[in-house]
T-cell receptor, first 112, second 115 residues
Framework: DAGVIQSPRHEVTEMGQEVTLRCKPI?????LFWYRQTMMRGLELLIY????????DSGMPEDRFSAKMPNASFSTLKIQPSEPRDSAVYFC??????????FGPGTRLTVL | AQSVTQLGSHVSVSEGALVLLRCNYS??????LFWYVQYPNQGLQLLLK??????LVKGINGFEAEFKKSETSFHLTKPSAHMSDAAEYFC?????????????FGKGTHLIIQP
């Protein structure tokens, strides 16, 4: 199994641009999570999906952030417009057994 | 609301010495507890988890942790540190098992191994 796949691994963009982060969960997993990691705030849950349906998006910081899961094998996290304070590492995780979340390698986002 | 407190943002031990990383949690329901490890520029890997049953849980790489409800603690230990243990360690809590809802993480503890 390839594990959770995230792309791109690194993204550098300018303030105001749209950024799209992508995640492919482990096949057969029915829950998907997006987290953000920063030095100041640590690891924070942004949003999670069960069976492709968004369950809790209370962690999404602003309306500039949106996430979708059009099918069981793909999810996106979009930031529009991006700001320098969005710079962070964004992790995607998936689970199928409710006892362990498997994390992807992360996307390091830098907004100039 | 859940919360996790990890005492000590940095812990330094000598190779071969005991490793003790502290974690205290708050939860309104019986918690599910986890320890994850993160190596530089990598994602998080599960070390061990407590769901129900035995309060002493063993994980990978020789680590173990004990759930103490009376102390609301879930400290991580390893009898003898190895250089390869140098990494960032995160304690996390969930109300529903870590899959039915998201995890709440502590700030992390950076473990340094002195030769």
């Amino acid at each position: 199994d390839a594990g959770v796949i995230q792309s791109p691994r690194h993204e550098v963009t300018e303030m105001g641009q749209e950024v799209t982060l992508r995640c492919k969960p482990i096949s057969g997993h029915n829950s998907l999570f997006w987290y953000r990691q920063t030095m100041m705030r640590g690891l924070e849950l942004l949003i999670y999906f069960n069976n492709n349906v968004p369950i809790d998006d209370s962690g999404m910081p602003e309306d500039r952030f949106s996430a979708k899961m059009p099918n069981a094998s793909f999810s996106t996290l979009k930031i529009q417009p991006s700001e320098p304070r969005d710079s962070a590492v964004y992790f995607c995780a998936s689970t199928g057994n409710y006892n362990e979340q498997f994390f992807g390698p992360g996307t390091r986002l830098t907004v100039l | 609301a859940q919360s996790v407190t990890q005492l000590g943002s940095h812990v330094s031990v000598s190779e071969g010495a005991l490793v003790l990383l502290r974690c205290n949690y708050s939860s309104s329901v019986p918690p599910y507890l986890f320890w994850y490890v993160q190596y530089p520029n990598q994602g998080l890997q599960l070390l061990l988890k407590y769901t129900t049953g035995a309060t002493l849980v063993k994980g990978i790489n020789g680590f173990e942790a004990e759930f103490k409800k009376s102390e609301t603690s879930f400290h991580l230990t390893k009898p003898s540190a190895h250089m390869s243990d140098a990494a960032e360690y995160f304690c996390a809590v969930s109300d529903k098992g870590g899959g039915a809802d998201g995890l709440t993480f502590g700030k992390g503890t950076h473990l340094i191994i002195q030769p």
